[in-house]
């Protein structure tokens, strides 16, 4: 999995996904944001597009990740998930919680 | 001659199961070793930690108390058996040695393995043989979860961790016992008791003690995990299986102690 | 079709001088949920424990993903087991663990995961299973439907492709059994995950299956649909759906070996 953070603009974290996210490389993951929870990034959007399969652990990630965000009061946008990562969100009964967006732009104005 | 057959043959279906019984024992221990030596320098998780932190902590509490008070009654009723023979030659004071070196060399290391046998090993098959019969084992495997490992390493690990220990123990409680009787009512003065008990003593008796008490724990602990592991028929099984392990463990334990005595005798004289 | 994910090859197995399977062929294919079902003693628990390498059969083979059980070492057999999970009859919950930590064993056991992490997939599975709440209980304080549920979010903790399960409905209610039926529907199409299910429930297997096959005397004697099964021409299947006394299954021993067991070989 290639994991590359990007800072756009002040406390705005673009982190794009490439590859299955598993069991294997979601600790990995978790490092890599955790980095940006450690300097209290306000915004972190990530960029879905190239994941075509997430599993338990990755989900969990993306949880763990939401409520440190909410802790310091971070805003989380996942985006350009593929209909088989979004069911994921759904099955688990989470995508109500999570802020998921269609795009870049809708992401950005999730984000205000 | 169709009786001598049968009889014949059945003293060689005897000696198969037997055959069969033993290779299965065998593998049982190799499996163990593999696993608590040779498989964490192969990169393998070895075993749970926290089972065997939990075993050593289930067995201490479990038995402490009872080899204490066993072992504190037969030094007390051992110094009371030396001093009544002791004192027709008039040398009452002699009966703390006899009392240490008694507790170190036989008694300490028998008792306590008796009481972890009844304690300790009947649980341990109850539990294992439970696991068995509720398809507990057969989840583990089908988990890609080694038995082994995960169920008969830290039991083992931890017996023969604390069957020794609470043989030290048992030797303590043992000589005190002794002393208590001795000083209160054999009129054995303290200071000559203890004297002769630590004089006595000598390093020897306390390794073939704890020698003993270290292959006690190993049989203990595998016949307790293979009955328990090879327990069939439902929870009457389990009860049999119960049984079995502490009867076939003290017998092992007599039988061991007799010839590791032997050996000791004999080889390291 | 796809490329079978479950492929049984001229199965044999004996117990001593019984043989429990006589050659048994079939294949699962991906995303299918499959019932194996017969009468008790037909032999598909046997197979079943077969297929998770429980037991080897004397000949056949049976490949899983397109790795052959038999001829597995056992580090492949482990990693073939973590891509599929199995339901016992029984449960098999461990006893000695809270049903938090029932769920979490694979997940520690096989995977890096930080605790943490490992808390909340257990919370998402016990949801799934409709049990959220329930992780600091000990086993033996639930019902046998709720070990059930248990059983089943540790089945699919690590995510597998395959899950077993052999009798969902035993030893539970009706409705219970129903409500099990339906989470299994339930999971293996929102998981997309292949089912085989082994059970002699009629109803439960009618309700869940996408295709039948029924074994008897360790023989596959019909394949299809559930509908083809109900409509099966073949007399064994044809009892067995009715539930006859009449018919190919005898409930009595044959009179010779009757005669034989109370005289003996004397003749008579």
């Not at chain 1, 688990?92 to 104005?109: C, G, P, V, Y």
């Not at chain 2, 038995?147 to 023969?160: E, G, K, M, Q």
């Not at chain 3, 929102?190 to 029924?214: G, N, Q």
């Amino acid at each position: 999995m290639k994991i590359q953070v990007k800072q756009e603009s002040e406390g705005l974290e673009l982190v794009e996904l490439q590859g299955d996210l598993d069991f294997h490389c979601s600790p990995e993951l978790r490092e890599a944001l955790s980095k940006l929870v450690d300097r209290q990034a306000s915004k972190i959007l990530i960029d879905l597009k190239q994941v075509g399969y997430v599993d338990s652990s990755g989900l969990a990630t993306f949880v763990e990740l939401f409520q440190k965000m909410k802790r310091y009061g971070g805003k989380l946008v996942l985006f350009n998930l593929t209909q088989s990562v979004r069911s994921v969100f759904e099955i688990a009964k989470l995508d109500s919680i999570f802020k998921l967006a269609q795009n870049r732009e809708e992401a950005l104005t999730l984000a205000q | 001659m169709t009786k001598l057959e049968s009889y014949f043959g059945s003293i060689g279906k005897t000696t198969h199961q037997f055959l069969i019984e033993v290779a299965k024992i065998w593998q049982l221990v190799t499996d163990f070793f593999y696993w608590a030596i040779l498989a964490p320098f192969k990169g393998k998780k070895s075993f749970g930690r926290e089972a065997f932190s939990r075993q050593l902590f289930f067995m201490g509490n479990e038995s402490l108390f009872i080899v204490a008070l066993v072992s504190a009654s037969v030094g007390a009723v051992l110094a009371l058996q030396a001093a009544y023979q002791l004192k027709e030659f008039g040398a009452l004071m002699y009966t703390g040695a006899l009392v240490s070196v008694s507790m170190a060399r036989e008694l300490g290391p028998i008792i306590t393995a008796i009481v972890i046998a009844g304690r300790v090993g009947a649980s341990i098959t109850a539990e294992l043989g439970t696991m068995k019969v509720q398809e507990e084992v057969d989840a583990l495997v089908t988990m890609g979860i080694p038995p082994i490992p995960f169920l008969v390493v830290p039991r083992i690990l931890a017996i023969i961790i604390m069957l020794p220990s609470l043989t030290v123990l048992s030797y303590a409680i043992g000589i005190l016992g002794g002393y208590l009787i001795s000083t209160t009512s054999l009129g054995i003065g303290s200071e000559v008791y203890l004297q002769e008990s630590f004089d006595a003593l000598v390093a020897k008796d306390l390794m073939t003690g704890l020698a003993k008490s270290f292959v006690f724990s190993l049989l203990v602990g595998f016949i307790a995990i293979y009955t328990g592991l090879g327990v069939r028929g439902g929870a009457e099984g389990v009860g049999r299986a119960t049984t079995q392990s502490v009867v076939a463990s003290i017998i092992a334990i007599i039988v061991a102690d007799g010839i590791c005595t032997a050996v000791f005798y004999y080889v390291f004289p | 079709m796809s490329e079978p994910v479950i492929e049984i090859r001229n199965v044999q197995k004996w117990f001593g001088e019984r043989r429990v399977l006589t050659g048994v062929n079939v294949d699962v294919h991906e995303g299918e949920t499959l019932v194996i079902m017969g009468g008790s003693g037909c032999g598909k628990s046997t197979l079943l424990r077969a297929i998770i390498g429980l037991m080897h059969p004397e000949e056949g083979s049976i490949k899983i993903f397109g790795q052959d059980m038999a001829s597995a070492t056992d580090d492949e057999k482990n990693e073939i087991r973590k891509k599929f999970g199995m339901l016992f009859q029984g449960s098999a919950l461990f006893n000695s663990l809270t049903v938090g930590e029932n769920v979490a064993l694979p997940l520690k056991e096989h995977t890096d995961l930080d605790d943490d992490i490992i808390n909340i997939i257990v919370k998402v599975k016990l949801e799934l299973v409709g049990l959220t709440g329930f992780e600091s209980l000990k086993p033996f304080e639930i019902s046998g439907g709720m070990k059930k549920r248990v059983a089943l979010a540790r089945a699919i903790a690590l995510d597998p492709k395959i899950v077993f399960y052999d009798e969902p409905g035993a030893g539970l209610d009706p409705i219970t059994a129903s409500v099990i039926d339906h989470l299994i529907m339930d999971l293996s199409k929102k998981l997309k995950m292949t089912s085989v299910v082994v059970t002699h429930e009629m109803t439960s297997a009618f309700r869940i299956a996408d295709r039948i096959i029924v074994l008897q005397q360790g023989k596959v004697v019909a394949e299809g649909g559930p509908e083809a099964i109900r409509k099966s021409d073949h007399p064994y299947v044809k009892q067995f759906i009715h539930g006859e006394i009449d018919g190919p299954i005898s409930f009595k021993e044959s009179r010779d070996s009757y005669l034989k067991g109370i005289f003996g070989d004397e003749e008579i």
